[in-house]
């Protein structure tokens, strides 16, 4: 056989698996490098708090002396308990177009999560909705947001070949912004917030978001508890994305609303687009790398729209459109023009319809796949 599996069980091996995707897209225009650090953190029991409640095993596929692919495999025993199933999830799954090497990869980590007692193996999923999920499917000429996906056209025919059919699709939207919140908006904005007695919070400094970010995973987890691969994460999975992900948000880009008890229903996290910040700097902070990311926080034309949660208490009542227009007050601050959503499951129409009043399209369509075993 041309191509050989070799597990990932050194620091040194899950470097290799890590940097597989630099190769692979080098040149590309489109695709957007994540940080290796933070790459290399996910991958290992001692940094990365969801391997409490997941197994996981990474390969790396050699053919002809170079790494030709890679795929990892996670059983999420909460998830599997919450909905009463005994399924595998595929993750980070990379390769040349190359039918041998998808072919070996897949085999691979199916025989893994089999022999681990499940029935079927679906994805590609993460350890969590923050991680990594799905396979891009359209959309192969728009840069994604640093929290969405790119693959190659030709992942989805591999995907298919070896007996994959569609689970869930996710679809996501670029908003062109106008020049002014119309003034029916704005009014109709203030008279919820009256009737409700309800309080937008801002920030302006980093201290003064990070304070508020456990209120925004409690919420978040009431909000998203019922929602596809969503799994309720704990204080120190919480605290992991936090640490994560709260130092490059711009704090005038995050909004929260509290209730006339000061009981938090809702949010919104958006953020400067880092998308072409990123690839400037090539998964590292340094040299400059800092330098680009921080450019970006501060002169943007592009907003990502990364992530809201409303309490189900509070969904259908303006809460939304209030976080919205707000968000939007700042984006016009700040000379924003465009907003990317990252992906949206394509039934939830409640989501969607949010976008309807914006000039939009949809433009992007990322799948996650099952397999039985």
């Known amino acids: 056989m041309l191509v050989t599996i070799q597990p ?22 489109y695709w957007v490098p994540p940080m290796k650090k933070d790459e290399l953190q996910a991958l290992q029991p001692a940094t990365n708090p969801a391997f409490k409640t997941c197994d996981a095993q990474f390969w790396i596929a050699i053919k002809h002396g ?3 692919g890679r795929i990892g495999a996670i059983i999420n025993r909460a998830y599997n308990e919450q909905v009463g199933t005994r399924l595998g999830r595929i993750t980070r799954f990379e390769f040349i ?19 681990k007692g499940m029935a079927g193996v679906h994805g590609p999923l993460g350890f969590t909705n923050l991680d990594h999920q799905a396979i891009l499917i359209e959309g192969f000429d728009y840069l994604p947001s640093i929290a969405s996906e790119y693959h190659l056209p030709y992942y989805k025919e591999h995907m298919e070949a070896a007996g994959y059919e569609k689970e869930r699709d996710w679809v996501e939207f670029r908003l062109k912004l106008a020049a002014e919140i119309p003034e029916k908006a704005l009014k109709l904005n203030e008279m919820i917030k009256t009737r409700y007695k309800l309080n937008v919070i801002h920030f302006n400094t980093q201290a003064e978001m990070k304070k508020q970010a456990p209120r925004a995973f409690d919420l978040l ?9 969503f799994v309720k994460m704990d204080k120190e999975l919480s605290d992991f994305y936090i640490n994560k992900y709260f130092s490059i948000l711009n704090p005038h880009f995050v909004k929260m609303i509290e209730d006339e008890n000061h009981e938090l229903i809702g949010f919104i996290i958006s953020l400067p687009s880092l998308s072409e910040a990123m690839q400037k700097a090539g998964g590292k902070l340094f040299p400059l790398g800092w330098y680009h990311i921080m450019q970006a926080l501060k002169k943007p034309k592009v907003a990502d729209l990364m992530l809201t949660a409303i309490h189900p208490d509070w969904q259908a009542k303006g809460v939304s459109a209030i976080l919205i227009t707000e968000l939007q007050k700042v984006m016009m601050e700040y000379g924003v023009t465009h907003a990317e959503t990252t992906g949206i499951i394509e039934t939830n129409e409640k989501a969607i319809s949010h976008w309807k009043n914006y000039d939009h399209i949809q433009h992007k369509r990322k799948r996650c796949f099952i397999k039985m075993l």
Do not use: H, R
């Not at 899950?14 to 897209?25: G, H, I, R, S």
């Open 8 to 29: 990932c069980n050194t620091t040194g091996d899950l470097k290799k698996f890590v940097q597989f995707p630099y190769d692979l897209y080098k040149g590309n225009k």
């Open 66 to 68: 170079k790494v030709a």
């Open 97 to 115: 177009d190359d039918a041998e090497v998808s072919k070996v990869l897949l085999a691979t980590a199916e025989k893994w999560i089999k022999d």
């Open 221 to 229: 987890n009431n909000a998203f508890g019922d929602l596809f691969s």
